[in-house]
């Protein structure tokens, strides 16, 4: 919904303040929970494949697939393949990738989400970083996946409290109206995180404190979407696990429709009426892209199995033929994401 919404900024600040505030927590939000399903990961060789298979492996697919998918659709044969420059959405796997993988670090060394922060800081007053693997937004989103890391079940039953929902209400509410009285006077790239300050033309000092200023925001916001989301099981609770379907492939969709000019092209788009009906489409493809069927058939792209790339493990086996692994750690793998 937010994709769809870009374009209809420069004609509508109302649809300027939504996109503000989705962008707020969206990913940040994304991230946590992220964060959240690599508690278990230790670098141990069965997470290390699946690490592998279910991230490395589609970014290298889908850099090649959006890569075609512009040259064919902007009519811009020249366009180079680089798996050193992710494109659009790509960025998300590449820094999955990386968080993961520092995973073990997190979880012993004091005081990690202070250090994430620090780390953010500087990232942001840091325009020598460049745009390889797009490390912008791997270092300055890095503290919403440490807490995830850092969170237990026990704390998602804080937020699901009833004064915490009906707070949630005039909080998202203050958030609108403060994203529609900064949206002619913010410039929307401070929550992309992908630049330095230098490069937004603001001034060393302001990394730091944007950086502060923005997490606690985005914190606040994720709580209170949060709070919001049911505990029971409910027709969409399936969705959840194909959020990564719908993610990697609404953006063919997406960029499609600023290569073919729908948004110029129609221009009752542009009226009330016409943002209302992007947003019911936007919001109708999502959920089907996000299910069973869909996932069935792209998960060669999304969880391929290729057995045939990795070494075989050795058979650890003491004098009498039994596995020596730990039984508790056998059990479980099973539940690590």
């Not at 707070?167 to 929550?191: E, H, K, S, T």
């Amino acid at each position: 919904m937010g994709h769809s919404w870009e374009p209809l900024t420069d004609d509508s600040r109302a649809a300027e303040a939504l996109y503000m505030t989705v962008y707020a927590f969206h990913m940040p939000a994304f991230i946590l929970i992220s964060g959240y399903f690599s508690r278990g990961f230790d670098a141990r060789p069965d997470r290390v494949r699946r690490l592998i298979t279910g991230v490395a492996v589609p970014y290298v697919l889908f850099e090649v697939a959006y890569t075609l998918f512009k040259r064919w659709a902007d009519d811009d044969p020249t366009y180079d393949f680089s798996l050193l420059d992710p494109w659009y959405l790509t960025w998300f796997l590449v820094a999955l990738f990386v968080w993961r993988l520092t995973a073990p670090v997190w979880r012993v060394i004091r005081r990690p989400v202070l250090v994430s922060l620090i780390v953010a800081a500087l990232a942001s007053v840091s325009p020598d970083i460049g745009d390889d693997l797009d490390l912008q937004r791997v270092l300055q989103f890095l503290p919403f996946f440490v807490i995830g890391l850092r969170l237990r079940p026990e704390h998602f039953r804080w937020p699901a409290r009833r004064e915490v929902r009906l707070a949630a209400l005039p909080v998202f509410g203050c958030a609108l109206a403060v994203a529609y009285w900064a949206a002619p006077r913010m410039n929307a790239a401070w929550f992309y995180h992908r630049d330095s300050v230098q490069e937004l033309g603001a001034p060393p000092w302001t990394g730091p404190v944007m950086t502060l200023a923005l997490f606690c925001c985005s914190a606040v916001l994720v709580t209170g979407f949060l709070a919001w989301v049911p505990r029971r099981r409910t027709w969409f609770t399936v969705l959840g696990a194909g959020t990564l379907y719908g993610y990697l492939l609404h953006g063919f969709l997406a960029k499609g429709s600023r290569f073919w000019g729908w948004y110029d092209e129609y221009r009752w788009l542009h009226e009330p009426l016409g943002q209302i009906a992007v947003t019911v489409v936007a919001a109708g493809v999502v959920t089907v892209l996000c299910t069973p069927p869909v996932r069935r058939m792209f998960r060669w792209a999304m969880e391929p199995r290729i057995p045939w790339a990795f070494a075989p493990e050795p058979d650890r086996r003491d004098g009498r033929g039994a596995a020596t692994a730990p039984a508790a750690t056998s059990a479980a793998a099973p539940a690590v994401r």
